[in-house]
């Protein structure tokens, strides 16, 4: 194949506008503002005095402890509070040997505070630690022993609930009568459960209310305790169990269940801090097929206007009978209203919306199942109509009730393909669609967690190739209703969500579905039963206005309007990107949680190629992140590429052949690389492109595939000279099967060449050293079979496709800079 290079140059998106930044991290003593020097005798003996007035305290504190049948954990504990623009050297108050932790470190204003655990009979070791520093006789060179740490303390006393807040200082309660919902972070010990324990035991005596269940991280423990001001600060003895306090999040149960008129107070509150783009910007919308939108909600009214509210049926009407739709446009907007309502801050949306009823109130499409992919192309030509040139994302939380398509494509999800890759203009216009994977709706069900997420196959039409599915994960683990007392959530922070379907159950050949998770809730088990909960759900806009402003939402199609946002806020950010573009950024921006990590990865050794498909297949890529798809870091840089080929050609009376591969020079910064030698580096490489669909049952792998062509992408290998690489890509590339692979394998890609070029989406990482990565700096993209090749009866070989090639390294274990060589070398960053 003819080989193309530098045909258009590479274009970086450094998120940082070009500008590398360095910041100076408080807290290690040393850097930043220097230490001052103190008198010694003076300071000393003052700091002396201040431990030495604990004593009676820590003493009573222990007798109270032991007393109480506590073993672990007997002790007090001790604020430290540096002086004024100094750091307080923190990290040197941990003594673990004698058993002295350091609980938390806050920042307020100009001071650094420490709180620190001491356990019963260890104050000495603080007070050694000033009689050192007095005796002039122990002096280093440096001066006075311990002086880095001791010349930074400005005051010793006991700990408070003050000192034991970590939260921002705006969210502290500021009255002793104030209730609310704590986050109780406990130290974690030898013996965990027996920490647990005795706090909820004292906790009980308190009459706090403690929710069930518990997060358990390596050093923490997070229990959610209901409680005043007043009944937090009674007991000392209750405090010295704790290492931090924060302001535990509003549900979505919370706003859910306050009485009508307040919820209106509190959407005028939002309304207030809440700026919108004008009808007649060239703002970026999301196009929501749903059941219709009711625009006169107060959050949606200024966001959607009435000439951007469509049916594919004009008896329809255009109201929202139902509530869903409107419930989809509250996210598409906001996102989880609950985040957006406790905040304090101003919300800049940069996006507006657009409604296309597409099913009636009694949710029947005209009683004719066969119809659903001419009324979602119907539905697509309404707005394009009214405004052809707008900046869309289509967002579809819609799906067919069964899933016994398993991957195949059907009419429906080989429509949306046809409609995203714009066939009948031969990819002028392409667009973006975004469709919800589909729910699993039995509660029993949701008792099989997560063996039923695996069996429970994503629902028509999510399995299209060219849209962005979307699944369910969740980071809602906290049941805050009073009556809910005895159910536990089912899914642990940051996993699959119950309610998502997967692509686990497909064949092998079929597209990784789905692409990526995003929120969409969790449910709760009692042990006997599995029920939905509201503080378990998003909170969103109620259709019925007149009755309720909020209601909740939960599932895929929560999370799908999510992912919809997202896209709508790269759209807005990078409004020249193609729309395979902004599918691969959000992809690329994705990562496991380590939530899903373990439920699907070995918890020791490298995972197999094989396991990491059957996450991809529960979880798609993972959850995306929009600050890593708009920010670079120093120790990262992103290139994005947006290209175009012509996978075959056709000479008079021959069958047509392979014809273009594009070879993609990576100006890595080889000089810091390779100085960083067999550090771990990281590279991911994302392809997205569009394929022009050709639906039949006459076999996936023949002269009859459904796809128009495929691209694969490629790496050099370290010794491997260009011309090798090529001559390995064209073998690559014409071998007759699809889905076999020439040539060694390379085991540092964590997916692998056999598993992710399926469907029209590949993301993939590959790690090894520094010293690698600087002589892999070529990448290839190249084509595969398709129907316009082995079918060239129908004449559309001699087409050019358009692709997005994302790459990314990243360096995340050491300090170094990949940036700046690289904006020295190219100069002012250019977007696409």
């Known amino acids: 194949m003819p080989v193309n290079e530098g045909n258009n140059r590479p274009h970086f998106i450094f998120q940082n506008n070009g500008k590398s930044e360095s910041f100076t991290s408080p807290g290690q003593g ?49 604020e430290f509070e540096g002086f004024p623009d100094v750091e307080l050297a923190f990290e040197s108050l941990a003594r673990e040997r004698s058993g002295i932790e350091l609980r938390n470190v806050r920042y307020e204003e100009d001071r650094v505070f420490a709180t620190v655990f001491v356990p019963e009979g260890k104050l000495e070791v603080f007070e050694k630690l000033i009689a050192g520093y007095l005796d002039e006789s122990k002096d280093t060179k440096n001066g006075p022993k311990s002086s880095n740490l001791l010349n930074t303390v400005a005051e010793i006393r006991a700990a408070t609930l003050q000192a034991l807040w970590t939260d921002t200082p705006e969210s502290m309660p500021t009255s002793d009568d104030e209730y609310l919902w704590w986050e109780v972070w406990l130290p974690v010990r030898k013996n965990r459960q027996a920490v647990i324990r005795q706090f909820r035991e004292m906790a009980a005596g ?412 529960h979880c798609g890529f993972g959850e995306p992140d929009l600050a890593r798809a708009l920010w670079s870091v120093d120790n990262s840089l992103t290139m994005v590429c947006e290209e175009k080929l012509h996978p075959f050609k056709r000479k008079k009376g021959s069958d047509p052949q392979l014809k273009d591969m594009n070879l993609h020079r990576l100006p890595w910064p080889l000089a810091e690389l390779e100085a960083l030698g067999e550090t771990e580096v990281e590279m991911r490489v994302t392809l997205s492109y569009f394929i022009e669909p050709n639906p039949s049952a006459r076999g996936v792998t023949s002269r009859y595939r459904y796809e128009s062509h495929g691209l694969r992408f490629d790496v050099k290998r370290p010794l491997e000279s260009d011309d090798d690489f090529r001559a390995r890509i064209n073998v690559a590339a014409r071998e007759a099967e699809e889905y076999s692979s020439s040539g060694q394998s390379d085991s540092a890609w964590l997916l692998g060449k056999s598993n992710r070029h399926r469907g029209s989406l590949h993301s993939d990482k590959w790690r090894g050293s520094a010293a690698e990565l600087a002589s892999r700096g070529v990448i290839a993209v190249y084509p595969a079979l398709g129907w316009w090749k082995t079918r060239p009866a129908l004449g559309r070989y001699n087409q050019a496709v358009k692709y997005s090639l994302v790459v990314s390294i990243r360096a995340p274990e050491v300090d170094v800079d990949l940036y700046t060589p690289i904006a020295n070398q190219i100069g002012v960053p250019v977007v696409v």
């Not at 073993?71 to 001790?78: D, N, T, Y």
């Not at 207030?272 to 939108?293: K, M, N, Q, S, Y």
């Not at 996993?495 to 686990?504: E, N, V, W």
């Not at 990865?601 to 396991?611: D, I």
């Open 206 to 617: 308190l009459r706090f209310k403690v929710a069930s269940g518990e997060l358990y991280f390596p050093e923490r423990t997070i229990l959610l305790v209901f409680g005043s001001v007043e009944q937090m600060k009674r007991s000392v003895m209750t405090l010295n169990m704790i290492a931090e306090l924060r302001r535990a999040k509003e549900t979505a149960d919370f706003f859910d269940s306050l009485p009508p008129p307040e919820q209106v107070e509190w959407v005028n509150e939002l309304n207030e801090r809440l700026t919108l783009p004008g009808e007649d910007t060239e703002a970026p919308h999301i196009c929501l097929f749903d059941t219709g939108v009711n625009n006169g909600h107060p959050l949606l009214a200024r966001a959607l206007s009435n000439a951007d509210t469509h049916s594919v049926e004009p008896g329809w009407g255009l109201n929202d009978h139902d509530g869903h739709g409107t419930g989809m446009a509250g996210i598409a907007l906001m996102g989880n209203l609950t985040d957006a309502l406790e905040s304090n801050q101003p919300l800049a949306v940069k996006h507006r919306l657009e409604s296309v009823k597409l099913i009636p109130a009694d949710g029947a499409n005209g009683g004719d199942p066969e119809h659903h992919g001419y009324l979602t192309a119907e539905a697509v030509a309404r707005p394009t109509i009214s405004a052809a040139r707008r900046k869309r994302v289509f967002s579809m939380a819609i799906t067919a009730e069964d899933n016994r398509d398993r991957g195949r494509p059907s009419a429906w999800s080989a429509t949306l393909d046809r409609l995203a890759c714009d066939a009948d203009e031969q990819g002028e216009t392409p667009r973006l669609f975004v469709v919800s994977a589909g729910n699993i709706q039995d509660p029993n069900a949701w008792m099989e967690y997560p063996n039923s997420n695996s069996t429970d196959a994503i629902h028509d039409p999510a399995q299209a190739w060219n849209v962005l599915t979307v699944g369910a994960m969740t980071h809602l683990v906290n049941i805050t209703e009073g009556d809910a007392s005895d159910y536990e959530p089912i899914a642990e922070l940051g996993a699959l969500s119950p309610f998502s379907t997967t692509s686990q159950t497909w064949q092998p050949h079929w597209p990784l579905k789905p692409d990526v998770v995003f929120e969409g809730g969790n449910a709760a088990t009692d042990g006997l039963g599995a029920a939905w909960m509201p503080s378990l759900s998003l909170l969103t806009t109620n259709a019925q206005v007149n009755e309720r402003i909020f209601t909740t939402t939960n599932a895929t199609s929560a999370a799908s309007a999510l992912a919809a946002r997202m896209a709508a806020q790269l759209m807005a950010e990078y409004p020249e990107l193609r729309p395979e573009t902004i599918r691969g950024l959000i992809v690329h921006s994705a990562e496991w949680t380590g939530g899903m990590k373990r439920m699907f990865l070995p918890v020791r050794g490298k995972p197999t190629k094989t396991q990491v498909a059957s996450l991809v297949r």
């Open 30 to 78: 040393g850097g930043g503002v220097p230490v001052p020097s103190r008198d010694r005798q003076a300071h000393g003996n003052v700091l002396l005095g201040k431990l030495q007035s604990l004593h009676p305290t820590l003493a009573d504190a222990v007798e109270q402890q032991h007393r109480a049948g506590i073993e672990e954990g007997v002790g007090l504990q001790i």
